[in-house]
């Protein structure tokens, strides 16, 4: 693999938490902290310090106890959530700080109430003190996609000026389209005074159900971090999702020519882990995670699988360390799947046998939608003579 590699933020902890009902208690934090860096992500964003003091805590001990992965402080930019930041992670083995003000006019008029000069200087100062402190510097010009490029390239040229060494730019509000989220980074590349100098990060939330589009969009216009949520967790309808992103990036890497850290196999683990201590269940198409990710009931699927997976299925669902029940028995089910299925029970069925079970089992599919592996094998006792489950 020779792609270049792209670093993968995890923001489960503090934008994933932020998801309606996904409130976590500081121990929960930390058990899925552990779990994100056994996964390889390369960045953890362990919440949002100066909220409260149970916040703060978890963020401390979570700086604490990681070794491989970075830590970000996350900050308003303001002295106090600076201060927070820098103390609560000061034990990191690696750290950095991520700064966020608005950028819009919306955003400006209605929830800050503040002009462009007022937040740019809050930009600037609050780069220029917390530079004291960490080299590395995060900045999120908040609603960038819905900020005017004249705007917009000035916040970033200021914190370049003073020290900012990665630029992320959110898609606060998942309004961007792909093209458009791409072409924003080739302009702040190109367009802003020193923007050469600094990594690009993307940061997109899913409201159009475009969060992996826009996140690839910006890769390939020269954003070499992604930020990400375990189960794509987060507000509304939550975030660029970890597990899609980094099995896109695998899966198509030939056309992507990128590649990530993340150790695959302990996908599954970790989404089931967020899934349960966020009180989060998963839709059942969810890609990659979802319960019908890797199974197939149509009889055409299932015949040709059992020929040869690759027939229906782009990712062994293994490598993921998801559990392979690849074939739901229902009314779509052919004979080739049913047959399959008793063997893998230990029974070789004769065709005439096989003809039997075959018709009382479509009518039992009929009747019941799905047949699980219990009723079918209710219907082998009562069907085939000397069959004994
Ligand atoms: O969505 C957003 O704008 C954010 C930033 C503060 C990074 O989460
Ligand atoms: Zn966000």
Redesign the pocket.
């Known amino acids: 693999m020779t792609g270049k590699r792209i670093t993968i933020f995890d923001t489960t902890l503090r934008?994933g938490e932020q998801a309606p009902g996904a409130s976590l208690y500081p121990h929960e934090k930390i058990r899925i902290a552990k779990q994100l860096e056994r996964l390889g992500v390369d960045v953890i964003e362990p919440g949002f310090p100066i909220s409260s003091p149970g916040e703060f805590a978890a963020v401390q001990q979570i700086s604490r106890m990681v070794s491989e992965a970075e830590i970000s402080g996350f900050a308003r930019a303001m002295k106090e959530d600076v201060d927070s930041a820098i103390r609560a992670t000061a034990d990191a083995p690696r750290r950095r700080l991520h700064l966020?003000v608005s950028s819009s006019q919306i955003h400006l008029d209605f929830q800050l109430r503040k002009t462009q000069q007022e937040v740019l200087s809050m930009a600037r100062e609050m780069v220029a003190y917390a530079k004291q402190f960490v080299d590395k510097i995060e900045f999120?010009p908040?609603?960038a996609t819905r900020t005017g490029d004249e705007f917009l390239f000035e916040m970033v040229e200021a914190v370049i000026a003073e020290g900012a060494t990665i630029i992320?730019l959110?898609d606060?509000v998942g309004y961007a389209l792909p093209e458009e989220y791409g072409a924003m980074f080739e302009k702040v590349r190109r367009f802003v005074r020193g923007g050469d100098k600094v990594a690009y990060s993307a940061?997109c939330?899913n409201d159009l159900g475009l969060a992996v589009a826009n996140s690839l969009a910006a890769i390939q216009h020269g954003a070499t971090q992604v930020e990400v949520t375990i189960n794509g967790i987060g507000e509304r309808t939550g975030n660029c999702s970890l597990e899609e992103i980094v099995m896109a990036i695998a899966t198509r890497e030939g056309a992507l020519g990128v590649q990530t850290g993340v150790h695959k196999e302990h996908i599954y683990e970790t989404s089931r882990l967020v899934s349960r201590m966020m009180n989060f269940p998963l839709a059942h198409n969810k890609p990659i995670v979802g319960r019908n990710a890797f199974q197939h009931e149509s009889g055409i699927h299932q015949d040709g699988l059992l020929k040869n997976r690759n027939t229906y299925e782009i990712m062994d669902p293994a490598n993921m360390g998801i559990p392979r029940s690849m074939i739901v028995l229902g009314k779509h089910s052919g004979r080739h799947a049913l047959k399959h299925r008793i063997r893998q029970y230990g029974a070789d069925l004769a065709e005439a046998q096989l003809d039997d079970v075959y018709s009382e089992f479509k009518a039992l599919a009929d009747a019941s939608k799905h047949v699980s592996d219990e009723a079918l094998l209710h219907l082998l006792d009562d069907t085939v003579d000397g069959f004994i489950s």
């Open positions: 934008d966020f999120s908040m609603d992320n959110p606060t940061h939330h």
